[in-house]
Every structure is written in C-alpha cells, then in structure tokens.
C-alpha cells in the first residue's frame, strides 16, 4: 500500500494528475467510482481539466459502486443522479458508458448481471474507493464476507446516520442498497482510496495497520497489490 498524506485540495489534484496519467496511457480504461463528499474535489479536477483537453472520457467506461433501494435515477440523492451531477454531465464520457446500480432491480439475477457487465469488459482498470468511519467501503458493512459480489445490503444505523445529512430527515434515508462485493473490488486492478477528516482517521489506521478483519471492510485492502491511500492530514492523523 502506498498511502499519500496532504491538503485537501493537494489530494484531490495528485489523484486527478493519477486520473489523467491512467487514461492517457489506457484511453479505453474502465474505471470503478464512488460517490459522496469525498470524491467531489476530484471530480471537480477531473472536469476542469476535461474542459482544458487534458484528458478526454470518450471511450472511458465507468461502473459505479453503488446505489439506494428505492430512490429513482432522478431523485436529488441518487447515486446515478450524483454522479450526472458532480461529474458525467461535464465531461466527454458517453452516457451509455456509464454503469450505475439499478436501485429497482434487486432480484438474483440482476445483481449477478452487474458483475457479469463488469467481466464483459475485461474487468475494472481502476477503482476508486472512499471510505465510512467503520471502514466500510461501498456499502460493504462490518461483517460483509470477503468473498462477496454484488449485492443487496441492509445499511447500518450508523450509516443512515452519516447519510442523514443529505436528506431532510434520517426517515427519508432508504435502509437498503445495492453494491459492488468485496470480491468485486478486489478483482479491480488498482486501487485508489481518498479519506478526508477526522472521523476517518481510525478507520484509515485499522486499514493501514489493522488486522485483516471483516469487522474492519477496508483492511482487505492489504491483500491488493496496487493500493493508493490519499488522505488529509486529519485522516492521516493515527497512521
Ligand atoms: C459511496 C460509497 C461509500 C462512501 C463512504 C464515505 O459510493 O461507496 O462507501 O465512499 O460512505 O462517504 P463520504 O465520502 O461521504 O464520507
């Protein structure tokens, strides 16, 4: 693992600078993405410098790690709506690249074909990775075995909790989601995990440091053999 301590802001531009190198060398890459807060400065980067022409999405594919049980593609605080948001609709990428969960097709066969449509092409390049203060990365919970693949999850009280802030009450935060296994996301080629501020600082710790446990999600990641940790100072603060 190679893990990165520095401003906000100097992360965010030292993965985008990772982003730009990556495609360059592979126009056609597949990229894993996350969503919540800490990925917006990336992607404002990664649009920026789109709109410059220093990078250009038009044969990227992206496969998003998640997405809410029950909230439409149009709803404010869907992940695909995020991700239209923050990202796909300021830049060059084609839409029908772009793979989000779909939070109304939860049967079996469904999750499986989202695994199926990453192999189909030729796997993930790159995945990026935020992560929840119990080390949860997607919405893999402590617990989720390491073997799995897409699939259904109940969301932790903690997590609503944490979710609760973009939506008007913790009542409104759905209890369900799909996301990417644990297994999926070690199949990725490389890894880069961005942390920002304190309340993920003993989370960045057990992933560092930590035994390889179900109960800390994230500390997997010590098995993956291209790991790139940025974090602020206040995450960094207990490595
Ligand atoms: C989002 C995701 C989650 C978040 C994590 C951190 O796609 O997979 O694991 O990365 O909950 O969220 P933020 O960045 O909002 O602190």
């Known amino acids: 693992m190679k893990v990165i301590v520095d401003s906000r802001q100097n992360i965010a531009e030292a993965a985008a600078q990772g982003y730009v190198s990556f495609i360059q060398n592979k126009p056609n890459a597949v990229l894993g993405l996350a969503t919540g807060s800490t990925p917006e400065d990336l992607y404002a980067e990664l649009i920026k410098l789109c709109n410059q022409g ?7 594919t992206t ?5 809410y049980c029950g909230l439409a593609p149009d709803h404010p605080q869907s992940y695909r709506y995020f991700m239209q948001d923050k990202l796909f609709d300021h830049i060059d990428i084609n839409p029908r690249n772009t793979f ?10 469904d999750l499986v074909a989202y695994d199926r449509a990453i192999a189909e092409h030729g796997g993930i390049d790159l995945q990026l990775l935020g992560i929840g203060g119990n080390g949860h990365i997607a919405f893999n919970e402590p617990g989720t075995s390491f073997q799995s693949i897409t699939h ?3 969301l932790t009280p903690e997590t609503r909790q944490a979710n609760s802030r973009f939506f008007n009450s913790i009542d409104e935060v ?9 297994r999926t996301i070690m199949n990725t080629q490389n890894i880069i ?11 960045i ?16 990641l010590q098995l993956h053999p291209n790991v790139t940790i940025f974090v602020d100072h206040e995450a960094g603060s207990l490595l």
């Open 205 to 220: 710790r057990n992933t560092v440091y930590g035994d390889i446990d179900p109960k800390c999600p994230a500390s997997v």
């Open 152 to 154: 259904m999850v109940e």
């Open 193 to 203: 995990l961005m942390a920002i501020g304190k309340n993920k600082a003993e989370a």
């Open 54 to 60: 220093e990078v250009t999405f038009k044969d990227v």
């Open 63 to 67: 496969f998003n790690l998640d997405e």
């Open 100 to 109: 989000v969960p779909d939070g109304f097709r939860t049967a079996e066969e």
């Open 174 to 182: 759905p209890t369900h989601a799909i996301c990417m296994g644990m």
